[in-house]
């Protein structure tokens, strides 16, 4: 506990000075983030872990000078956090990032660690996702180079990050994007053509162990293309990408194999109606930064489920993790907004969406057959009735499947959700959900609800508890307060945390289950 | 920890007050083509405000200030700001829900989240006010209902000072 008292003075310090720096005609500017967790003993979920104490701390600094600017970052596990085991072994302080830049009306140069992606990040994305301690960033130069508006052209090179480490593989990449729509002066519209290609090279042989050729792998260049065009003319949008990737070991197959993908998106939108359908097919393309090493790191692309994200509890109990080795599906989400001619605190929200995913391949399933993997269909009604109350229903209907196919067995949830906020006056407002899972298999049932108060602009205290009725009859509940000023948010919470997946671009970390306080602490200068 | 806490008191001891610039950073419109966060306003003041399909309070606070927007705008001439910090897998969705919300906004989508680096935004909802010459003069983290006005009342004070 005196850990926890001493960073939270830390941090309170640094957030009451929020402030920017000024060094001459430069300045500098960053963040700091802490997500800091005192494990207590609760034999109702488990044991507790042997170190109480765990501490995830982040904090970036850049400086920029006219078109200069340079940065750093520094992480520290002090330790790392339940869960996170992977990404280093009790205490680990180390530079996460580094990078100058010059940046010209026409061109731009960077050397240091590489945040970037190209097209929909089907071949490439290096990003920092520290919710699920993730950072794949390419250290190396990249440079791009303007044509006015008509050509881009994009090209980078260097060494991958891989947890705390860096891998033994090499990656360059080059990217394309040819602005039609500017070349033929077509004003009304937007069409562009991109291309992109990445070679990932690696030696295999560095250990001595492993044959790759037993498993059909004998070069040691992975080389990954993408083709792509973007079409837009008033409400209409069109975009398409399909993806080439060369013969690789991708961590789920037996034996090396060749990939592709394809995605294709339609929009269209008039006044306050909009209507997005997505369809895309995957076929082998997991890709990992090194083929000698394995887990939610390791990974060069992304790949995320195209299903819909829920802020509510219930409605995230299960979500669909994407099947990488072969999927095919897609979704349509279509809004609409009724609004008031005289009173703009008066108007209905209406959402509707639905996402479906079946295998790919014969192979994936016993019986041969094309299986369904996931499928939810869902709306929300938001109705705001004047400038006090505010209500929203949401329905959804999933079913997903608990063997990724193999099976034909999915299991099926109905979730019920209603959420009213009724704001008292310009400061005191409350917020209330009531939700209900209805379910004939796996855990069955569950209720949960929460109260939250807030009192604008820099205090909410809140309270929720999630039940499971039927089968483990847990109360997963957690209750705390936030502080927010100005640049500053410190949230304090007690409570028990269900096990889970936390999941992002295709991968999914496993949370385990904890009963502790929870410090989250963010700012920035 | 000391490690820690020797980093926060250096980066303390160097602090003094003065107004960010905004960084240069080219991000896509609504319509799909690349422009930069710093001509969006054409040289009136503006808000801007983090947002992404997962983030309840950030929706909320979008909702709240155009439901105000019609009133403040008779008062002060200033643009708003939507960016979506959604990613690939959400950017779709983020398009179809800014464009039917109504929102009277300029609505930007940051899905290579590069300006979210460069503006050091750690945690959504994340408000600025920029002044006409592009400087962050106001910012702020979280939302609960009625702190919209904070923003409008920095707005307020940008004009007072013209």
């Known amino acids: ?525 | 920890m000391k490690r820690l806490l020797s980093l926060v008191v250096l980066m303390m001891s160097v602090m003094s007050l003065s107004a960010q610039q905004l960084p240069d950073v080219k991000i896509e419109n609504a319509q799909g083509k690349i422009v930069s966060i710093r001509s969006v306003a054409k040289g009136k003041p503006m808000i801007i405000s983090y947002w992404s399909i997962t983030c309840k309070p950030c929706i909320q606070e979008l909702n709240a200030i155009n439901d105000a927007l019609e009133e403040w705008r008779e008062e002060a001439d200033f643009e708003v700001v939507a960016i979506s910090t959604d990613d690939a897998r959400m950017k779709a969705s983020a398009k179809t829900i800014a464009s039917s919300r109504g929102w009277d906004f300029i609505c930007l989508f940051d899905d290579k989240q590069t300006l979210k680096r460069a503006m050091n935004v750690s945690l959504t909802p994340q408000s600025f006010v920029v002044d006409a010459n592009g400087k962050i003069v106001f910012s702020h983290s979280g939302y609960t209902p009625g702190s919209e006005q904070l923003l409008f009342d920095k707005i307020l004070e940008l004009k007072k000072k013209k």
């Open chain 1, 1 to 525: 506990m005196k850990r926890i008292a001493l960073l939270i003075v830390a941090l309170a310090a640094i957030g009451s000075a929020s402030a920017q720096v000024q060094f001459g005609e430069g300045q500098v500017s960053g963040s700091l983030e802490t997500n800091t967790i005192y494990y207590m003993d609760d034999s109702t979920i488990g044991d507790t872990p042997e170190d109480r104490f765990g501490s995830n701390n982040y904090m970036k600094v850049d400086y920029s000078n006219g078109r200069f600017t340079a940065g750093v970052q520094v992480n520290a596990f002090l330790p790392v956090l339940q869960g996170y085991n992977d990404l280093a072994t009790g205490r680990k302080f180390y530079l996460s990032s580094k990078y100058i830049q010059w940046q010209d009306d026409n061109y731009e140069l960077l050397v240091g660690d590489i945040f970037d992606q190209l097209g929909n990040g089907l071949i490439f994305r290096s990003f920092e996702d520290r919710q699920l301690g993730l950072n794949n960033s390419l250290e190396g130069i990249r440079g791009a180079y303007n044509f006015g508006n008509y050509v881009q052209v994009k090209g980078m090179y260097g060494r991958p990050r891989l947890y705390t480490e860096y891998a033994d593989s090499w990656v360059r990449a080059a990217d394309v994007s040819v602005s039609l729509s500017d070349i033929f002066s077509m004003e009304e519209s937007l069409f562009n053509i991109e291309g992109s290609y990445v070679n990932r090279n690696q030696s295999l042989a560095l250990d001595n162990m492993i044959d790759f050729g037993m498993a059909g792998l004998t070069n040691p260049n992975l080389n990954m293309y993408s083709a792509r065009a973007n079409f837009g003319w008033r409400g209409l949008s069109l975009r398409g990408e399909y993806v080439g990737k060369g013969k690789d070991l991708a961590a789920a197959a037996q034996t090396a194999v060749a990939g592709s993908a394809i995605l294709g998106e339609v929009g269209y939108n008039y006044n306050t109606f909009s209507i997005m359908g997505t369809f895309r097919q995957l076929d082998n393309m997991a890709t990992r930064l090194s083929l000698y090493d394995s887990g939610i790191g390791n990974t060069l692309n992304y790949l995320p489920a195209l299903t819909r994200q829920y802020t509510y509890m219930l409605a995230n109990l299960n979500p669909y993790q994407v099947n990488t080795e072969g999927e095919i599906g897609g979704q349509v989400d279509a809004c609409y907004s009724l609004r008031s001619e005289e009173d703009r605190y008066r108007y209905w929200n209406m959402h509707v969406n639905y996402s479906t995913f079946y295998t790919l391949h014969s192979y994936q399933s016993a019986s041969g057959k094309s299986e369904r993997l996931w499928q939810d269909f869902n709306f929300d009604v938001e109705r705001q009735w004047n400038k006090q109350l505010k209500t929203i229903f949401l329905y959804s209907f999933q079913e997903w499947n608990p063997y990724h196919g193999y099976k034909h067995r999915t299991y099926v949830s109905n979730i019920f959700v209603g959420d009213v906020t009724y704001k008292f006056n310009r400061k005191n407002s409350l917020r209330v959900e009531a939700q209900y899972l209805w379910s004939d298999e796996y855990e069955g049932d569950w209720v949960a609800g929460l109260v939250e108060y807030s009192m604008a602009p820099k205090w909410s205290i809140f309270f929720s508890d999630m039940y499971n009725i039927d089968l483990t009859k847990t109360n997963y509940y957690s209750g705390g307060f936030s502080y927010t000023h100005n640049r500053t948010r410190v949230q304090l919470s007690y409570g028990r945390n269900r096990a889970g997946y936390v999941c992002s671009g295709g991968v999914c970390r496993y949370s385990p289950a904890y009963t502790g306080f929870n410090l989250v602490l963010t700012s920035s200068f």
